[in-house]
């Protein structure tokens, strides 16, 4: 058995053991797939009949490269495995024996859209208002109750459900449920929650016969990704594999550590408990990294070893060598995001490495425009990976087609975008009657719509457009008087873009709230940037306008470019199962990471434990160059916010880091031991910032001179160099304290207060 060859010894072990109770504890980088796949081939080789394995996994491709592996070592019989996602595995048994829980050989399987519109239809003859009993929000709440293997009659009797529904001012889901669920029954149709869901009643309704068969048929269980699993899968798995004269041939892989998907079901006590529920069970642990060099994989020790519940392990490499893990301070988003683009360049120079070996890690999406805007500022061509570019969001489109047609009311397009969003009652019919009366008489859109009174509309509908139309022309007039970001601002309001999108009450509605919300704050950041550099050149112009043409001459880039490599863009939980040469991951800070929610949480060590397991992946998927970057200020909710850098940064041994970035003066040996890293002491030095913030009051103009000690809102304490230029044009430079050093202000937009 050649294959076994390639084996280190624990890896052989987990593969030869085959029989009883089997638990993989697979760090990063250690060849799970390979233990995996190989074990499942050894079965083969060993006699096992194929048919009798179910292997189960999260992902088809994870599914379709298992049988390829397997199939070089086993031959075709690889093909006779049943390998698949749980929805995929599940779904093809249901169509077997669907008859059994009264649903037809032939059952639809509805997607999102087709489950929400079915709840619409419910809440609508029910009489409930929509706005409240939003489709996404109430379809997540009985998402929820199935994958915690929940009846429509349990969730009625559910004490604590029903009183969180009543929070949310929806107290009647669980008649919704109910109602959904004969729906679906009449339609013969099952939602992909169902999947799993009808699978588990098919067993519990039928152990006699439905469920001793699955239970004979499949003899060995294998489980990829264990600690993603959620009650539901795992309910399901324990019936098939526990019953009277079992040998329990289960074999489960997976990492705690790795366990960051807790918001969508996931239930890391899975694999924590996976012990106790079979105490027979045999343990390897794959602890030889073979991804990452020493700094790398000494530093995610450190970091993973403060959670407080794990189980224990040692992540070791042959790996040698390499560089200590740059740590980069900046003073604002912005300066970040350059200062990680510059290092990109740099390492693209120096080590000949590709954008497509590169990627930049955040803790949300919103976070990717300043690192988008930075890398087309320096034609460096990016992809965001498992999502959208920042201002191709829908969200973001909609703000923007709102201040398109307010700069030019003539742009036909942007107005086709917002006139009926949020939904006003301007059909699609009457659009494009409108549409046609504008391109037969020659003229715009806007025009046609100012004297809708004359195109023949129905009453209701005409109202409709010339409230809208009166909107547009009150966005104008306010437009004179307040600066790009302020009527932004009022824009978001009165539209009732926000509102619309909250009625959904789902994770994906606040991750949209947050997209507009870094949209205003970038706007905010155009408006009052007052440094003048190579990177500002056409500073004096802080219109709407401007920034409007900033927008499309950023967006306009790369476009049509799909052969070309490029760096990636994600969230670190899109990261996980990547691997990338260079990993950069930013906005490490209090409050971003980990996150403003876990720091709130009732649970607040399982919150932050879920948090550091976050950094851990993100951290583990660099290979060779990992960089962790913060910012000390940036716009958040309009206002300038002082931050402290990330407790996850102060877990780090020293040693491992390179800390040279983090501020121009002071070496860690000047610090005492206890504080080697300087975290502490930055930290301090950005909260006597903010406090010197809390009465800061700008000086004016006449007052800010040569020599003239300052406060400045993003860069601190500093004193003036000189002044040069005439009248609006002037433009200070400035030596700043706290390793910033000099920067140039233009004193039109700047807000500095002279301290002596």
């Known amino acids: 058995m050649s ?11 987990a593969v030869t053991h085959i029989t009883g109770p089997a638990l993989i504890i697979a760090g990063p980088g250690s060849g799970k797939t390979r233990v995996l796949t190989f074990r499942i081939a050894h079965l083969i080789e060993s006699g096992i009949p194929p048919w009798e394995i179910l292997t189960l996994t999260f992902t088809n491709k994870a599914a379709k490269e298992m049988k390829e592996r397997i199939t070089k070592v086993a031959g075709a019989n690889a093909n006779q495995i049943w390998a698949g996602t749980f929805h995929s595995v599940f779904a093809r048994i249901l169509r077997s024996e669907a008859s059994k829980i009264g649903y037809p050989s032939d059952f639809s399987i509805y997607d999102s859209q087709d489950a929400k519109s079915a709840i619409t239809e419910i809440v609508k003859k029910r009489g ?38 009543r929070q949310r001012k929806m107290p009647y889901i669980y008649k919704i449920y109910e109602l959904y669920v004969k729906k679906c029954m009449r339609s013969g149709a099952m939602d992909f929650d169902d999947l799993l869901y009808q699978m588990y009643r098919l067993l519990d309704e039928n152990p006699e016969n439905i469920l001793a068969k699955y239970q004979k048929r499949f003899k060995y269980i294998l489980v990829d990704e264990f600690q993603d699993t959620n009650q539901l899968q795992y309910s399901i798995i324990q019936k098939l594999i526990t019953y009277p004269g079992s040998t329990k041939n289960i074999c489960v892989v997976g990492d705690d550590a790795q366990s960051i998907y807790a918001f969508r079901g996931a239930t890391i006590q899975n694999i924590l408990d996976f012990e106790k529920e079979f105490p027979d069970i045999t ?53 970040e995001a350059r200062k990680v683009v510059d290092m990109i360049v740099e390492q693209k120079n120096r080590y000949h490495i590709t954008n497509d070996d590169i990627a930049i890690l955040y803790r949300t999406n919103a976070q990717s425009r300043v690192f988008e805007e930075s890398l087309k500022s320096h034609r460096i061509a990016y992809k965001i990976y498992g999502g959208t570019s920042f201002y191709d969001r829908k969200e973001v489109k909609d703000v923007l087609g709102y201040l398109r047609v307010i700069v030019n ?68 007039a306010r437009m004179e008087e307040v600066s790009a970001y302020e009527i932004t601002k009022y824009v978001v309001k009165m539209s009732g873009i926000i509102k619309d999108i909250q009625k959904e009450k789902t994770i994906e509605a606040q991750s949209r709230v947050e997209n507009i919300t870094e949209l205003l704050d970038g706007i905010k950041g155009f408006v009052e940037d007052d440094e003048v550099d190579e990177f500002n050149t056409n500073i004096e112009d802080k219109t709407l306008a401007s920034y409007l043409q900033n ?44 996150s403003m929610m876990a720091l709130r949480s009732k649970n607040l060590r399982a919150a932050v434990d879920e948090e550091r397991r976050l950094f851990y992946v993100a951290v583990t998927r660099a290979e060779q160059f990992l960089t962790l970057s913060y910012a000390s200020s940036r716009y958040r909710f309009g206002n300038m916010v002082y931050n402290n850098s990330s407790r996850f940064l102060e877990e780090i041994s020293p040693k491992y880091l390179d800390l040279s970035s983090t501020t121009a003066r002071a070496k860690v040996s000047q610090f005492p031991k206890k504080n080697r890293n300087r975290f502490t002491q930055m930290n301090k030095n950005s909260n006597k910032q903010a406090e010197k913030m809390v009465n800061f009051k700008a000086s004016p103009m006449s007052a800010i001179v040569a020599g003239a000690k ?9 004193k003036i160099v000189a002044i040069d230029g005439q009248g609006a044009g002037r433009v200070a430079t400035i030596f700043f304290e706290d390793g910033v050093g000099e920067k140039r202000i233009m004193l039109k937009f700047a807000k500095i207060q002279v301290v002596g």
């Open 710 to 718: 300052i406060l400045h809102e993003r860069f601190g304490s500093g």
């Open 409 to 476: 009311p003539k742009d036909e397009e942007g107005l086709k975008r917002v006139i009926n969003y949020p939904t006003r009652g301007i059909g699609a019919t009457s659009l494009t009657k409108l549409t046609t009366i504008a391109e037969n008489e020659n003229l715009s859109l806007w025009t046609i719509l100012q004297n809708v009174q004359h195109a023949g509309l129905p009453k209701r509908t005409e109202n409709s457009i010339k409230q809208f139309v009166g909107l547009i022309e009150m966005f104008q």
């Open 551 to 594: 927008v499309v001459l950023l967006t306009d880039i790369d476009k049509d470019e799909e052969e070309v490599k490029r760096v990636k863009l994600m969230s670190v939980h899109s990261s996980k199962g990547l691997e990338y040469k260079s990993i950069f991951i930013v906005g490490l800070e209090e409050n971003l990471f980990p």
């Open 283 to 335: 343990i390897f642990k794959l602890e030889q990294n073979y991804r990452s060099t020493n700094f790398i994989v000494q530093a995610a020790n450190d970091i993973i070893s403060r959670n407080s519940q794990q189980i224990k392990k040692t992540i070791f490499t042959a790996k040698n060598g390499g560089e200590p893990i740059r740590v980069v301070r900046a003073m604002t988003d912005t300066e």
């Open 3 to 13: 294959y076994l060859d390639e084996l280190n010894e624990i890896q052989r072990q």
């Open 128 to 165: 409930l208002d929509s706005k409240v009993y939003n489709a996404s929000a109430v379809y997540s709440r009985i998402s929820l109750a199935k994958n915690n293997v929940i009846s429509p009659e349990a969730y009625a009797l559910d004490t604590e459900r029903i009183k969180e529904d």
